[in-house]
């Protein structure tokens, strides 16, 4: 999921870089962004959570958005 994750950030900075790009591309970049910071949020959040069922519950969220992030990778 790490490397996924590198792949798509690489990616979404050649496209803010590159400057010309479309419309699509900065809804995809704007997606991938607000999952990133989702993810980097319940991942914080897990790692301070004791309760085991709001554990379960952030295990849940970050495996859907694992789970969206590897689909989104595999359409390119």
Do not use: C, K
Not at 15 to 44: D, H, K, L, N, Y
């Amino acid at each position: 999921m790490e490397e996924i994750f590198e792949r798509q950030q690489a990616i979404a900075d050649a496209r803010a870089t590159r400057g010309g790009s479309t419309a699509e591309e900065r809804g995809r970049s704007a997606q991938f962004e607000s999952m990133r910071v989702s993810r980097s949020r319940i991942m914080t959040q897990l790692t301070l959570a004791t309760n085991p069922s709001h554990r379960a519950v952030l295990e849940r969220a970050l495996q859907s958005i694992n789970d969206q992030m590897a689909a989104d990778e595999a359409r390119g």
